[in-house]
């Protein structure tokens, strides 16, 4: 891996399946020592979780391989008593500690933010919850399904006939996820470490939202389902092509103006319904019946990179398999081809790149308990306690 602004820098991984594994990936990708801390015998759900029924059966899901290379794993009962011990000995050793439990649960085991901070006071606690850490919600189960229906983002998923939809992957999770990780490399940076992070998933989505929020709160307009349309602006949207959908966002007059006469079609500049941008907005399905009534006649392909040479903003819808595949998205190296013993896995790096460097994964996600023995005896545990404690099932 090449750069690692957070190098030296120990996070415990106390998260199971999106958000806080999505976060603390993050922070593994950018070089910090990510150690995730597991139930003994069975670990992260995302380890039974995924497209493949033999890899959940040996705690490798494929939900758990994409976002938990570049960690360590190691197993303990935190309810235990010497769990409990364990645990703090640990945090006297980390910079950061991410739990997404619901609020409560890790008071109620004496290992909450007071009890752990008196134990390391300059210690980072990032709490990621379905609401947030107060509030009558706070207890209220939290799946990303849950706060996609909460936050408001399925009312305007979809079309009038569709909606409420839900996004297709876990929205709420990942922003979540992102959203932690983003505070604690705020924090990290603080000239005086040690702060309690409360992570609302709602609160990340919604403030998302910004544009629906705003023209709701500022100026009055109630949210809609406009499906494939883009409501700014017209013609913007997603247009029938002969073989297949183009996304067109001819947001500015010019724009508008040459893709008209592109497609020979300048009779509609002088149309009294598409005269000026409000017009246009508020007749955009009639007008957009008449541009596919040219744009059904040739290829998606042809026309995106005719309008695009234009200078109007166009592209191609594709499918996951499609984008991984296009040389603008393969050949920047966001994939890695990470070793994980007989088998090569490809997994998502960090999205940004350092100058020339993109932050990738060269290790694989750790099976469970991988790190258990090393971990525990960097710790002062000898070899006989170490076993001792697996006898006990504390590991």
Not at 293 to 311: H, M, Y
Request: aromatic share 4%; with cysteine; charged share 20%.
């Amino acid at each position: 891996m090449g750069t690692k602004p957070l190098s030296g820098v120990r996070v415990l991984d106390l998260t199971n399946v999106l958000a806080g594994p999505y976060c603390c990936y993050q922070l593994a990708l950018l070089g910090a020592e990510v150690i995730k801390v597991e139930r003994p015998g069975s670990g992260d759900l995302a380890r039974q979780l995924g497209a493949d029924p033999a890899r959940n059966k040996a705690l490798m899901g494929v939900s758990f391989l994409a976002q938990n290379a570049q960690k360590k794993s190691l197993t303990l009962d935190m309810k235990s008593n010497k769990g409990k011990a364990l645990l703090k000995r640990l945090v006297r050793s980390a910079d950061v500690l991410v739990e997404n439990f619901r609020p409560g649960v890790m008071d109620r085991l004496g290992l909450g933010y007071e009890a752990l901070k008196a134990e390391n006071p300059s210690l980072i606690y990032c709490a990621i919850s379905g609401f947030g850490q107060d509030g009558p919600w706070k207890d209220n189960p939290a799946y990303d399904q849950i706060v996609q229906g909460i936050s408001g983002v399925m009312s305007i998923t979809g079309d009038a006939e569709s909606a409420p939809l839900r996004v297709g992957y876990p929205l709420a999770d990942t922003v979540g996820g992102m959203t932690a990780a983003f505070a604690i490399a705020a924090a990290l940076n603080d000239g005086e470490r040690g702060a309690f992070l409360d992570v609302s998933m709602t609160e990340a989505v919604i403030s998302t939202m910004g544009w629906v929020v705003s023209n709701h709160l500022i100026a009055g307009q109630a949210p809609g389902a406009h499906g494939n349309e883009n409501t700014t602006s017209a013609p913007s949207g997603t247009f029938a092509c002969a073989d297949g959908p183009i996304n067109v966002a001819a947001n500015r007059d010019e724009q508008w103006e040459s893709m008209a006469r592109h497609l020979g079609r300048q009779d509609l500049l002088s149309h009294p319904d598409y005269l000026t941008r409000e017009d246009r907005k508020r007749n955009r399905h009639r007008l957009r019946a008449e541009l596919e009534s040219v744009l059904r006649t040739r290829p998606a392909a042809a026309w995106v990179e005719e309008l695009n040479g234009l200078g109007v903003p166009s592209g191609p819808v594709l499918t996951v398999p499609q984008i991984l595949n296009e040389p603008q998205v393969r050949d920047r190296g966001l994939i890695a081809a990470v070793p994980a013993g007989d088998e090569v896995l490809h997994l998502a790096g960090a999205p940004v790149r350092f100058g020339t460097c993109r932050p990738v994964p060269d290790q694989a996600p750790p099976a469970l308990g991988a790190d258990n023995d090393a971990l525990w005896q960097d710790l002062g545990l000898s070899s006989e306690e170490i076993e001792t404690l697996k006898q006990e099932r504390v590991i």
